[in-house]
């Protein structure tokens, strides 16, 4: 059950929010999700709504395109990557939960680990779970570079670092890919298992690749997504 109610409905109509307009976009592009899955990400506007009001943690001018430049633009890595039961994934630098929140909703069996530096606003983090009922997404007040003693199957990141960055920061907490793949990948079948580092980046993006020293696999999310907000951007994946 959502919390305060009464006050997430008021703080969705201040803003203008219409959130069945908004949430379906997700089934626009997801078919098959179950009714649990729906009101989870339809609650999402209120909970957002009431905690940016508090914590910010989305840009103001930014909270009316919830679904459009947040939820959407996370689900880009579900658009392509087939997250697995019991997956260990890693959200580095998660803010308020993006990607991680919409990754969590749209793959129940998968373990997000949502980590930032910031306290508060892993705190947003809690109580947007807490409120759509996400029990497979924990918290970590940390920098990456701190972390030890911990292997995920992969890194995820939004919007975060550099590349070059992000790969020192993480790449030691990445299980070998080929590992990944052998435990998860079903035989014969041609789906792409998530793995390495993978990040939700825009723009121009050459001098930042040749910076990095290494060589991503790049999906351009126009390709996936017909909304203009998604030109130039992409999803790289460095293994």
């Known amino acids: 059950m959502v919390l305060l109610p009464d006050?997430?409905?008021?703080?969705?109509?201040?803003?203008?929010?219409n959130m069945e307009v908004n949430s379906g976009l997700i089934e626009k592009y997801f078919e098959g999700l179950t009714a649990l899955?729906?009101?989870q990400y339809e609650d999402l506007a209120a909970l957002y709504t009431y905690?940016?009001?508090?914590?910010?943690v989305i840009s103001r001018k930014d909270i009316e395109s919830l679904y459009l430049k947040h939820v959407l633009h996370?689900?880009?890595?579900?658009?392509?990557?087939?997250?697995?039961?019991?997956?260990?994934?890693?959200?580095?630098?998660?803010?308020?939960?993006f990607p991680s929140i919409p990754l969590a909703i749209m793959f129940p069996d998968t373990e997000f680990l949502a980590v930032d530096s910031i306290r508060k606003k892993l705190s947003v983090i809690e109580a947007v779970a807490n409120g759509v009922r996400i029990d497979n997404i924990q918290v970590l007040h940390s920098r990456a570079e701190d972390i030890r003693n911990r292997k995920f199957d992969c890194v995820v990141s939004r919007a975060v670092a550099p590349l070059k960055e992000l790969w020192q920061w993480t790449q030691k907490l990445i299980r070998n890919n080929s590992e990944v793949k052998k435990q998860y990948m079903t035989p014969g079948s041609d789906e792409t298992i998530p793995c390495?580092?993978?990040?939700?980046?825009?723009?121009?993006?050459?001098?930042?690749?040749s910076q990095?020293?290494?060589r991503p696999r790049i999906w351009e999310i126009e390709k996936l997504f017909e909304e203009e907000f998604f030109r130039d951007k992409y999803v790289l994946q460095v293994l």
């Open 7 to 17: 006050l997430f409905d008021g703080a969705c109509q201040i803003t203008g929010f």
């Open 37 to 39: 899955q729906k009101k």
């Open 51 to 56: 905690w940016n009001s508090r914590i910010n």
């Open 74 to 97: 996370s689900l880009a890595l579900a658009a392509i990557f087939d997250f697995k039961p019991g997956m260990q994934v890693m959200d580095i630098g998660s803010g308020g939960g």
């Open 196 to 209: 390495g580092l993978i990040c939700l980046k825009g723009g121009d993006l050459a001098n930042e690749i």
């Open 212 to 214: 990095s020293g290494k």
